[in-house]
């Protein structure tokens, strides 16, 4: 069955770093879009970012954009995202998700359970 697996969370200062992996089962990643959201207690879901499986520029929110970084690794059968400047506001749950097949659609059919980032002074 598809099977997606956040990890890499953790707690840091504000200025610091950390990569999220998505480790992926029960399907091909090659041919599919992945997505980063995340969710904060109190505020809606954001679409933090999203890789296509082919040629698609990656998408990334306002937000975050110049910060964090997303890529894949077709042969591990990750995703990953990279996360520098954290920030205190970035502080939620992340979950990564399968959005679609070659292209990035914004409504994913698989999730992942998340993983808390929290960033603190």
């Known amino acids: 069955q598809v099977q997606l697996v956040e990890s890499g969370g953790g707690l840091v200062h504000p200025g610091e770093s950390l990569r999220l992996s998505c480790a992926t089962s029960g399907f091909t990643l090659d041919f599919y879009a992945i997505g980063w959201f995340r969710q904060a207690p109190g505020k809606e879901r954001e679409r933090v970012s999203c890789i296509g499986a082919k040629d698609e520029s990656p998408f990334y929110a306002d937000s975050v954009k110049g910060r964090f970084a997303i890529s894949r690794d077709n042969d591990a059968k990750a995703i990953y995202l990279q996360m520098d400047n954290l920030q205190p506001e970035d502080t939620a749950i992340y979950y990564c998700?399968?959005?679609?097949?070659?292209?990035?659609?914004?409504?994913?059919?698989?999730w992942g359970q998340g993983v808390q980032v929290t960033v603190s002074s």
């Open positions: 998700a399968r959005e679609g097949m070659l292209y990035c659609r914004g409504n994913p059919d698989y």
